[in-house]
């Protein structure tokens, strides 16, 4: 009874926005990429913008551009991008750092596919090799360097990475991908937007990828009895709908199952499993002069286990709403309002209790063109967070400490200015916060006998702050027809304060008892600078070359004895000088790309074992270089050739693994 | 130390600010490859017109030879005719207008009235193209003539125009 009135309601109200409606659009990339003669985005704002606009520092990866790569895999991809840091642990797994701060299980970039987040929650992470994406299916991917909290919320720290895939209801894509190569790789891919008719498209994906890890490398015998083979299968299927002139809707199903040898966040390699399932619907409706009404709903199930560690597994459940409404000609506004529930079985000991958050949030953007050269964006979110501890282990700590609420706020704020049609001037200022995961928020419990009568105890800590990150950016763009392409600089600012410090081998004392947990560890400053350049001319020949330079200096309270205690130093873990240069060619169907990479040392930690003290291992500076080549036949197959690390057989480029040198075919068919 | 050594700088910074953000669009004519991008707003229009979309070429007696040109630079997905002077514009979805005539009181509901940027900001054209040296494109709409000829867009589309 309750039920009914209340869908009786929904649809009187669903019935008076779209009254008098025209008819509703999700954004069609492609159609407006052709018509304004650039990449169309709503990463920076959520309003969309031609890239030139948006108030960020932005890059978008288009699917040309991921298949003129040749590369195999999004890491590599996202590693071409200046700005960005790729640490590579093994044959298939990698962290992806924007602006520095790289660590292993690096947290402070928010990963997003259609909107969904693909970012674990548990230990706060990103897994690129569960994302249950197809290359051949990407739109575009949008890079947003710097933070951009007030748009995205928690954890959109470093910036944001969204993956878009092709929308069926506007494109017909489909490739099937086959690929081998040495280290006994192999795959197969399979990708298809089908538009069924004008109200109706189906997406289906499914891929399968198996290869052997890499072996070279000075690692401890505990870290060597984690490593196995990669293997990872996914699988996604979505469905979009017209379903009346102002209302489309879309549901996505996706299921990827990896496992691999991982670098943990406490520096130690651990062979995982991972089993991801997420089940999402959405809705958008041309509310008229009420706006742009969009309805997002989805849930997140991670199965987890970590060999010498345990398993567990986590629930995200994410319900979105906003409404996107332009006043006039010169005002855009966003309101967004969201609810996050979070839960986690407790870890280590699962089925003694479970540990869960919910997240009640709202926001506004504010969008006004000042003239017509001039925008001015402004952008602010409040999250109320609301811990609720379910029956899990909390000794020696009370269990009423675990009862913890907090409110935090995040700004963004962009001026943008164009001064020509050529040039572009942008000073941007962000704040957002990095929520504590999980499991150091108390997911993670253990206890193991130190001495006789003595017990250690390993847990989260409730009261760990979310880590605080101020940044101030100022960015010049300029187009340069001359050489069909364009140049780009930036250079920031950038503090975080409440940096956390993962479990190490540092013991605390809570109530007389010795314990391993994690605490808030100092704060850290840093400047760098990004420049690029990129053109092509018409006899086939395409370059670029780009800079990118960060320094960071940390002022932790942690580590600061002779040897560190706790995985956390940033000071030296980031190269502070990488170049890269690409060139690329196509004849009529033969197109081959190389590039070449520069990357200073840099200098980070590795823990012979869990909870020992850690080494800081110095990776000498080194360069690298690969190529690509391929051949597409009038029939729509591409036959191509790929080589990654190839100046040597094996590189140092962190203190596990040492990466190898890649050889590999890809065939791929269009249909 | 004078603020005056401070003073002069700043009033030119400010001068330049002001040249920059307050200089007019630059008057764009329609030829074949404005129109070309233009006539891709169509695909952005509400409810959406079938393809190939029926577009009118309006130029001044006399004038075919300009019309026919720009007919040759739209692509497949529109079906373009050159009228001339007040000749039958019924059932295109555009009206491309090349030479001074106001369509406006002509147009039928729903027919985009696309022309160059003096038409634009003169109110007898609803959108008018302004391509860049870079290679992209700039979508300028005069709000009040959208109304009066009963044209809407997509809310994306409209987001992304520069609106008068």
């Known amino acids: ?671 | 130390m004078s603020n005056r050594y401070f003073q002069a700088p700043l009033r030119a910074l400010a001068g330049t600010f002001v040249l920059c953000c307050m200089a007019s669009t630059p008057a764009v004519a329609v030829d074949g490859p404005t129109a070309a991008v233009a006539v891709k707003a169509l695909n952005f229009v509400q409810p959406k017109p079938a393809k190939p979309i029926p577009v009118a070429i309006v130029v001044d007696a006399g004038q075919s030879a300009a019309g026919d040109t720009i007919k040759g630079a739209l692509g497949a997905d529109v079906a373009a005719k050159v009228v001339e002077g007040s000749g039958d514009i019924a059932g295109a979805a555009a009206v491309i207008v090349v030479g001074k005539a106001d369509m406006t009181a002509k147009a039928a509901p729903g027919q985009l009235i696309i022309g160059d940027m003096a038409c634009m900001e003169a109110g007898r054209c609803a959108l008018a193209v302004e391509r860049q040296a870079s290679g992209a494109a700039k979508y300028h709409v005069n709000s009040a003539t959208l109304t009066k000829t009963g044209v809407a867009f997509d809310k994306n589309f409209q987001m992304l125009v520069t609106a008068h």
């Open chain 1, 1 to 671: 009874m309750h039920l009914k009135t209340t869908l009786r309601a929904a649809t009187a109200a669903a019935a008076l926005l779209v009254t008098n409606a025209a008819q509703a659009q999700t954004i069609d990339y492609g159609m407006l990429q052709d018509a304004f003669g650039q990449a169309v985005t709503t990463g920076a704002t959520g309003k969309p913008q031609v890239q030139s606009d948006a108030p960020a520092a932005m890059q978008i990866i288009t699917a040309e551009e991921i298949k003129a790569s040749g590369l195999d895999n999004l890491p590599d991809i996202l590693g071409r991008v200046a700005g960005v840091d790729v640490v590579r642990w093994g044959s298939a797994s990698a962290d992806v750092a924007v602006r520095g701060y790289n660590q292993a299980g690096n947290p402070r970039l928010l990963v997003l596919v259609n909107g969904r987040q693909v970012y674990a929650d548990h230990y706060a992470l990103v897994t690129w090799s569960a994302i249950p994406v197809q290359l051949s299916e990407i739109r575009q991917i949008e890079v947003v360097k710097g933070p951009v909290g007030a748009i995205y919320g928690f954890n959109a720290v470093a910036g944001v990475v969204n993956i878009i895939t092709y929308n069926p209801l506007y494109d017909n894509a489909g490739a099937a991908t086959a690929r081998f190569g040495n280290h006994g790789q192999r795959e197969i891919g399979l990708s298809k937007a089908l538009k069924l008719n004008d109200a109706l498209g189906a997406r289906f994906s499914a891929g399968y990828k198996e290869a052997d890890e890499f072996e070279r490398g000075n690692l401890s015998a505990a870290d060597r009895r984690s490593l196995r083979d990669p293997e990872s299968l996914s699988v996604s299927g979505a469905i979009m709908a017209q379903v009346s002139d102002a209302i489309q809707a879309g549901i996505e199903l996706t299921h990827s199952d990896v496992q691999q040898a991982e670098m943990m966040p406490s520096a130690v390699y651990t062979y995982q499993h991972f089993k991801t399932t997420s089940a999402k619907a959405d809705l958008t409706a041309d509310a008229g002069a009420l706006g742009l009404v969009s309805l997002a709903a989805y849930r997140n199930w991670l199965d987890f286990s970590y060999s010498s560690v345990g398993s567990s597994d986590v629930t995200t459940t994410v319900v979105q709403m906003s409404d996107l409404i332009q006043i006039g000609t010169d005002h855009t506004v966003k309101i967004t309002g969201e609810f996050r529930h979070n839960e986690m079985d407790q870890f280590l000991s699962e089925g003694t209790g479970s540990i869960g958050y919910d997240v009640w949030a709202a926001s506004g953007m504010w969008d006004w063109k000042v003239t017509p050269n001039l925008s001015f964006t402004n952008a602010a979110r409040v999250d109320f967070f609301d811990m609720k501890p379910d029956g899990i282990g909390t000794f020696p700590r009370p269990a009423n400490s675990y009862d913890v609420t907090r409110t935090k706020a995040s700004f963004n704020s962009g001026l943008v200015f164009k001064p020509s049609d050529v040039d572009t001037l942008r000073a941007t200022y962000g704040l957002a916060n990095q929520l504590a995961s999980l499991v150091e928020l108390g997911g993670l419990y253990g206890t193991q006998a130190i001495a006789p009568g003595v017990r250690l105890y390993i847990l989260g800590n409730p009261s760990l702050k979310p880590s605080e990150v101020t940044s101030f950016e100022l960015g010049y763009s300029r187009a340069l027809p001359v050489i069909k392409g364009h140049a780009a600089f930036s250079v920031f600012r950038q503090k975080t304060d409440n940096l956390k410090a993962f479990i190490g081998a540092e013991t605390a004392i809570i109530n007389r008892v010795p314990v391993l947990t994690v605490v808030n560890g100092g704060e850290s400053k840093s400047w760098g600078a990004e420049a690029e350049v990129k053109g092509k001319t018409d006899g086939g020949l395409s370059y670029g070359v780009s800079y990118t330079f960060t320094d960071i200096n940390d002022a932790l309270t942690v580590n600061r004895g002779a040897v560190p205690t706790r995985p956390i130093l940033f000071e030296d873990a980031t190269p502070r000088h990488k170049v890269q240069g690409e060139l690329g060619y196509t004849l009529g169907a033969l197109t081959a790309q190389a590039n070449i990479v520069y990357q200073s040392s840099r200098t980070l930690l590795k823990a012979p074992a869990a909870l020992q003290p850690l080494r800081a291992v110095e990776i000498d500076g080194y360069w690298t270089a690969g190529g690509t080549i391929a051949y597409l036949f009038e029939t729509g197959t591409e036959v191509r050739a790929t080589l990654t690390d190839a100046l040597r057989p094996d590189t140092l480029t962190n203190p596990g693994l040492r990466t190898e040198r890649r050889v590999y075919a890809t065939i791929s068919q269009k249909f």
